[in-house]
């Protein structure tokens, strides 16, 4: 399995542990240059009643502290679109390229990650994007506080 | 006192204590449209081995889950210019305005706020720069790391 795959099926195992748990079901991991897992996890709101533990978040604080050169060249996985707050911390800690599962059911900062000079990658997965229109549905209230808009 | 200079106090406040136990010194405060404390933090990279909650980050975090609405008109006051992170967690929450204690030691993404239409004051505080060129003196290599910069 190469390192692309390992990642990003890493960030649709936690979308999916996210789902079980009846959280908001985005998974993301971080992944080195030399294609080392350094961090992963996902949405906590619900669990954890968190207003900043977005999956990319997650992954950070998971991964803990880094110096700047362990972010050189390494890949967020995010199963979503990541929101103006992840997009802020992939571009702060420097990453080389942002992995989208899918970005029909939110578009994020995927402009300005590529104004920064971060590949971003859209794979625009069914499963990722099954788990988000399902959340949707059964919990609007609980995905627009997530991403800070009125329902 | 003013709603101002309560959540200006309080980010200052914050910063204080992040120095006195030995971490990066920045504090933050969200105050909301009609004056009311929601959540304030500090930096806790030191403090809980964290790569996320910087000062802002931790206000959110410590507001704990809120409906979009009670972020309008809202005012995050940091005692230092915000970094992308930060910066993009106020554009997503959609705050109105960033009160900076100062941006002579870091300036972070003070334009993008502005170009989300997000008022921006520095007010360059005499204390907030005080704390943050003593750590920086002391703890270079904590600093930088912080930031994502090589030191």
Redesign the interface.
Known sequence: MSAQDAGFKAAVHEARQGSSEGGVPIGACLVSADGKILGQGHNM?IQK?????HAE?SA??N???????A?QGATMYTSLSP???????C????VKRVVIGENKTFVG?EEYLKSKGIEVVVLQDQECQALMEKFINEKPGDW??D????E
């Open positions: 709101r009643g968190s207003a900043t533990l978040i950070l604080e991964a803990g502290r880094l110096p700047a050169s972010y929101c103006d707050m992840c997009t802020g911390a571009v702060m800690y420097k900062g627009y506080e991403i800070g808009e009125d």
